[in-house]
């Protein structure tokens, strides 16, 4: 019961659970808060471009190297069993569901590993993995690992999205939100989707929130302009549903026109009057 009781709280809270072994409540002291996102303080929050990494080959690169069109960060470590091989892998099927957008060219998605005890070996073995199960993942995908050595550098960086974390040293595992971060292409926070089951749908929507800088100066996305009005983001259930009040407006708008362009029509179709003439 034990046992299953901890379970139910990482699926209701959105932590990791890795390791081999679910977490002992009463000797973990897990409390659920911890991993809670203050999205207010976050969103439109700028990352830091200076921030250096390496992917799966070794080779080094900055984060203001990959801006200039949106990102979905997901933040995992490459040594989880658990929710975190998850994530990626529902992502990566979920993702050819997104037919506005083209991975690498529209859009791209970064993997960064908040363990400061991985590499690029990891990140590599994470990738092949990752590909076993769902051939062509790595398109416009990159993995990678911190370039900076120091201990606190991944707290550092997480920081900047509002991800918090914690190694359980009993459980010998990371506890953390899954949780999909939206960035705009100058790099800042635009959306949170949270879990790990993925919708093609609601990833274009985020996409095109994060997008949306871009889009709102260009005159050949009038589609996305109307598909972002048309959506709203529902915080509490964390997905995007129709923007009820909006259509109903529209709607009631179209009906008064369409009301008064029938009358016109009518009032012109009606049979003009005979003069009548005295006798």
């Excluded at 995908?141 to 509002?162: H, I, M, N, S, T």
């Excluded at 190694?167 to 506890?175: A, G, I, V």
């Excluded at 939206?182 to 635009?190: E, S």
Aim: charged share 20%; hydrophobic share 40%; glycine share 8%.
């Amino acid at each position: 019961m034990r046992r299953l009781a901890a379970w139910v709280l990482a699926l209701v809270t959105g932590v990791s659970l890795a390791g081999g072994r679910a977490p002992d409540p009463e000797r973990t002291q897990i409390d659920p808060s911890v991993t809670r996102i203050d999205e207010q303080a976050h969103l439109g929050q700028m990352l830091d471009r200076s921030t250096a990494l390496f992917d799966e080959q070794g080779r080094r690169f900055t984060f203001g190297e990959l801006l200039g069109k949106p990102t979905i960060l997901v933040l995992s470590y490459f040594g989880c069993d658990g929710t975190c091989p998850t994530i990626n892998r529902n992502l990566a099927r979920a993702l050819p569901g997104v037919t506005r957008f083209q991975p690498g060219k529209d859009y791209q998605v970064l993997t960064v590993s908040f363990d400061r005890q991985d590499n690029p070996e990891r990140a590599g073995e994470f990738i092949r993995q990752l590909q076993s199960e769902v051939p062509g993942a790595d398109r416009g995908w990159r993995f990678a690992v911190l370039a900076d050595a120091a201990p606190e550098a991944p707290q550092r960086f997480a920081k900047q999205v509002g991800f918090n974390f914690f190694w359980s040293r009993f459980d010998k595992t990371f506890l953390h939100p899954n949780v999909l971060v939206f960035l705009t292409p100058d790099g800042r926070v635009a959306r949170y989707l949270y879990g790990t089951a993925m919708d093609a749908q609601n990833l274009q929507l985020a996409l095109i929130d994060a997008d949306w800088g871009r889009i709102s100066e260009s005159k050949d996305n009038l589609f996305d302009m109307i598909t972002g009005a048309c959506y709203s983001f529902n915080y509490a259930e964390g997905r995007y549903q129709p923007n009820y009040a909006l259509l109903t407006g529209v709607a009631s708008l179209l009906f008064g026109l369409g009301s008064i362009g029938l009358g016109l029509w009518a009032y012109r179709k009606k049979p003009a009057r005979r003069p009548v003439h005295a006798h």
